[in-house]
T-cell receptor
Framework: DTAVSQTPKYLVTQMGNDKSIKCEQNLGHDTMYWYKQDSKKFLKIMFSYNNKELIINETVPNRFSPKSPDKAHLNLHINSLELGDSAVYFC????????????????FGEGSRLTVL | AQKITQTQPGMFVQEKEAVTLDCTYDTSDQSYGLFWYKQPSSGEMIFLIYQGSYDEQNATEGRYSLNFQKARKSANLVISASQLGDSAMYFCAMRERYGGSYIPTFGRGTSLIVHP
């Protein structure tokens, strides 16, 4: 079973469209994240969310919004897509303590490659 | 504000030799965690190793070890006996407390190429 799954893996769309990327984790983790990886491979945190707190990177345009219907899902909605939004988007999850041992490692999905034409 | 710096955009190593990938960090927190991830050309992110700021021993995981020098704020990754399959991007990351959560942020990565 895939621990963190994202759909779709590839998304090609026109400028100005609205799109969503879904993310689900079956690890029982309490925190989920969205990262953007640009063409230079830089991974930038966009959002961090658990059932208590949504943390937004202030540099992320408000065209991007996370939506979490429940603890296992964190979807990414993007409005009015722009050329610069083309990137690979990674969903990830973590649990601060696992079996009494602190690791907090991130478990990543496979990434969703978004291309805006 | 925190910052992760990886000063080596690219590194080359001969197969079976050891290689050190540099990572320095900047934080005012006393409690933090440091990670290394590998990203092969296939694109997935693979967790390699973790070091907590209060851990006195350097972390080791198989051929990977983390050379943690707290006073110098460095957390270098050492890969022993390099293999061709080690060719990949390597990212150093740090988790810091931000409000009620821990936020992992990444360095810009080092591209490692292992030569036969």
């Amino acid at each position: 079973d895939t621990a963190v799954s994202q759909t779709p893996k590839y998304l090609v769309t026109q400028m100005g469209n609205d799109k969503s990327i879904k993310c689900e984790q079956n690890l029982g983790h309490d925190t989920m994240y969205w990262y953007k990886q640009d063409s230079k491979k830089f991974l930038k945190i966009m959002f961090s969310y658990n059932n208590k707190e949504l943390i937004i990177n202030e540099t992320v345009p408000n065209r991007f919004s996370p939506k979490s219907p429940d603890k296992a899902h964190l979807n990414l909605h993007i409005n009015s897509l722009e050329l610069g939004d083309s990137a690979v988007y990674f969903c990830a999850s973590s649990q601060e303590r696992r079996k009494g041992i602190y690791t907090g490692e991130l478990f990543f999905g496979e990434g969703s490659r978004l291309t805006v034409l | 504000a925190q910052k992760i710096t990886q000063t080596q955009p690219g590194m080359f190593v001969q197969e079976k030799e050891a290689v050190t990938l540099d990572c320095t960090y900047d934080t005012s927190d006393q409690s933090y965690g440091l990670f290394w991830y590998k990203q092969p050309s296939s694109g997935e992110m693979i967790f390699l190793i973790y070091q907590g700021s209060y851990d006195e021993q350097n972390a080791t995981e198989g051929r990977y070890s983390l050379n943690f020098q707290k006073a110098r704020k460095s957390a270098n990754l050492v890969i022993s006996a390099s293999q061709l399959g080690d060719s990949a991007m390597y990212f150093c990351a740090m988790r810091e407390r931000y409000g009620g959560s821990y936020i992992p942020t990444f360095g810009r990565g080092t591209s490692l190429i292992v030569h036969p």
